[in-house]
């Protein structure tokens, strides 16, 4: 869900980049729409790095915020984390459902085509 978002967002400012020209925006525009549990203290942190910016402090930058995300939010192993839940998945209500969640795991865990069919 994390790097969805992330690149969602990253979809709609290149969409978009008349409107969201600078750093600030781009910062704005994420942190506009960051929902969930536990996000508020993160997103709060660097709202207020933005309106509360005085000219003597270096000025947040998108790239900036962007790595700061993925190291709060992403797993510091997404591969090792991709196989630990590929191996955890379980048949729920639909087929198609298990074998899309299936796919974007096999794609992260980094497993070869074998392992991947013996793991199915």
């Known amino acids: 869900d994390t790097r969805r978002f992330l690149t969602e967002v990253e979809i709609y400012l290149r969409m978009h980049p ?3 020209d600078t750093d600030k925006k ?3 525009f994420l942190l506009s729409y960051l929902r969930g549990k536990d996000t508020q203290s993160w997103k709060q942190r660097n709202t207020d790095l933005i309106f509360n910016w005085k000219s003597s402090d270096d000025e947040l930058k998108w790239d900036d915020l ?3 995300f993925k190291k709060h ?3 510091a192993d997404i ?4 196989q630990l839940r590929i191996k955890d998945m379980k048949m729920g209500e639909r087929a198609d459902n298990y074998v899309n969640k299936f796919r ?3 794609d992260e865990s980094g497993y070869d ?3 991947l069919a013996h793991i199915f």
């Open 104 to 106: 974007v795991l096999a």
């Open 18 to 20: 008349a409107e969201y």
């Open 66 to 68: 962007k790595s700061a």
């Open 73 to 75: 939010y992403l797993p």
């Open 79 to 82: 591969k090792a984390d991709a």
């Open 113 to 115: 085509d074998e392992a």
């Open 26 to 28: 781009k910062c704005l």
